[in-house]
């Protein structure tokens, strides 16, 4: 069922299906709930109540305009939860989307029972990733085509491009865009840190890193790890887009930790 909530003078979209214990998927920059998740979501929702909910810059989500901030990404999704009378939850957030449900379970711990974080990164430390973001904003400025090809050599591994389809692959560079909130996506990646969060963060937490990561290397997601107390770490050998590299070696991982580890 879509619903769209009024939250922070701002309007919300999220989805929510199946039933059972809740469990909510958060998306990356670029891309929309939908477009991480939507082909996932079966995957949960035969024993969960699922809820993938749209942020600041995607879907049908609005926001008051100007830069998007990081708090009123985790407020949207936070409102989603109280919305859906979800709480507390199993928050799972991918790329941007794991700074949003860390910042949530640091800011709202009543709302958050279990946390998986995927493919996420402290604080930008390390200048090849400024460089590579830096890239990625200027390329959404210059040239579509050039855009496009970048951005799929840095969301896959060299396995997973390598053994694909021309044609077919031809067809999925035409589907990338880029449009204003997509922009302002990027520009969110490359000012959001959590480095004051995660130290505070007490809730079971599963942290995940993409070994062929080329957009965000998998060392971020090994410092999330450290800097999170108690928190378990897995690595899968995949590029960034995990969510459609290497979707059910992801499920596995999600749904291991989700339902052998206990809820604090």
Known sequence: MATT?????????????????????VH????????????????FDDRRQVITPNYAGSGETTDPGGDIDLNLAVEQVAASILAA?????????????????ASLAAKHPELVKKLVLIAGW??????????????????????????????????FSPRHLGAQDRQALAQSLEGIEVTANIIRQIELVGRATVEAFLPSIQTPTLVVGLTQ????????????????????????????????????????????????????
């Open 5 to 25: 909530i009024s939250a922070s003078g701002t309007s919300v979209h999220y989805i929510a299906t199946g039933s059972g214990n809740p469990l909510v998927l």
């Open 28 to 43: 990356g920059a670029g891309g929309n709930s939908e477009a991480n998740w939507g082909h996932l979501r079966a995957r």
């Open 85 to 101: 009378d979800a709480g507390p939850v199993e928050l799972v957030g991918f790329s941007l989307g794991s700074l949003v449900a």
């Open 122 to 155: 402290v604080t930008h430390a390390d200048p090849r990733q400024e460089l590579v973001v830096g890239l990625w904003r200027k390329l959404a400025d210059a040239d579509l085509d050039i855009y496009r090809k970048f951005l799929t050599l840095y969301l």
């Open 213 to 264: 990561d080329q957009l965000v290397p998998v060392e971020n997601a090994r410092a999330m790890h450290r800097a999170i107390r108690g928190s378990i770490y897995r690595e899968i050998d995949s590029g960034h887009l995990v969510v459609w590299e290497r979707p059910e070696e992801l499920v596995a991982e999600i749904l291991n930790f989700l339902d052998k580890t206990p809820h604090s």
